[in-house]
T-cell receptor, first 112, second 115 residues
Framework: GEDVEQSLFLSVREGDSSVINCTYT??????LYWYKQEPGAGLQLLTY?????DMKQDQRLTVLLNKKDKHLSLRIADTQTGDSAIYFC????????????FGTGTLLAVQP | DTGVSQDPRHKITKRGQNVTFRCDPI?????LYWYRQTLGQGPEFLTY????????KSRLLSDRFSAERPKGSFSTLEIQRTEQGDSAMYLC?????????????FGSGTQLSVL
C-alpha cells in the first residue's frame, strides 16, 4: 500500500543544519520529491531524486535515500529564517501518470 | 514561463451551491493534475489529464466533482451541491511528462470555504 510518514515538527537555530526525515512503504516508487509550502501558498518543488540514487546535492540541500529501509531525508545546511515552512516528501511512480503520494508534512521553525 | 496559475485564489460559498475553479498550466506541459489539501494534511491526488484526456480519477472524486480539459490547455474543476466537507485548498499541477523530466509544478491553489 501507499503510505508516507513524516515527523510533525522540527525546531532549529539559524545557521544550524536541519534534517527532515520521511519513511515510505511502497518500494515501487520511481522518484522521491521534497516540496516546500509557505503559509497560504502552493507547493514549491525543492528537489527530487531518482530511486536508484543514494544521494543528491543541490546547493544547501542534500537528499539521502536508503531504499532498503525506505527512508528519505532532506538536509538543509546553514538554515535561515526564510527556510521556515512546511516540508512535504512525496513518492511518485513515473510512467503514464506519475501521481504523487504526499506525506503529512513537517513544520520547520527556524529560531533567530 | 509564468508558472501554473489558478483562479480564484479564494472562494466562499454556501452549502448546496455549485463552484468552478480554473487552472492554467505551464504552456508546454501536457500533463495536468488536480489535488486537494485539507488543513494539516498533505495534498491528495484527485485526477489527472494527459492533454485533453482524463486518464485517472481518485475514488475521492465523488459524482459531484467533474473536471475537464477541453483543448488540452487550461482545466476546470466543478463541484456541484457543495458540502462543508468540500472545504479545502484545491491545487493544480502540471508537468512536461517526458521520460526524463518528472517534475511537477504546483499553482498557488484555490482555497474553498463552504458555509
Amino acid at each position: 500500500g501507499e503510505d508516507v510518514e513524516q515527523s510533525l515538527f522540527l525546531s532549529v537555530r539559524e545557521g544550524d543544519s536541519s534534517v527532515i526525515n520521511c519513511t515510505y512503504t511502497d518500494s515501487s516508487s520511481t522518484y522521491l520529491y521534497w516540496y516546500k509550502q509557505e503559509p497560504g501558498a502552493g507547493l514549491q518543488l525543492l528537489t527530487y531524486i531518482f530511486s536508484n540514487m543514494d544521494m543528491k546535492q543541490d546547493q544547501r540541500l542534500t537528499v539521502l535515500l536508503n531504499k532498503k529501509d525506505k527512508h528519505l531525508s532532506l538536509r538543509i545546511a546553514d538554515t535561515q529564517t526564510g527556510d521556515s515552512a512546511i516540508y512535504f516528501c512525496a513518492e511518485g511512480y513515473g510512467g503514464a501518470t506519475n501521481k504523487l503520494i504526499f506525506g503529512t508534512g513537517t513544520l520547520l521553525a527556524v529560531q533567530p | 514561463d509564468t508558472g501554473v496559475s489558478q483562479d480564484p485564489r479564494h472562494k466562499i460559498t454556501k452549502r448546496g451551491q455549485n463552484v468552478t475553479f480554473r487552472c492554467d498550466p505551464i504552456s508546454e506541459h501536457n500533463r495536468l493534475y488536480w489535488y486537494r489539501q485539507t488543513l494539516g494534511q498533505g495534498p491528495e491526488f484527485l485526477t489527472y489529464f494527459q492533454n485533453e484526456a482524463q486518464l485517472e480519477k481518485s475514488r475521492l472524486l465523488s459524482d459531484r466533482f467533474s473536471a475537464e480539459r477541453p483543448k488540452g490547455s487550461f482545466s476546470t474543476l466543478e463541484i456541484q451541491r457543495t458540502e462543508q466537507g468540500d472545504s479545502a485548498m484545491y491545487l493544480c499541477a502540471s508537468s512536461l511528462g517526458s521520460a526524463t523530466n518528472e517534475k511537477l509544478f504546483f499553482g498557488s491553489g484555490t482555497q474553498l470555504s463552504v458555509l
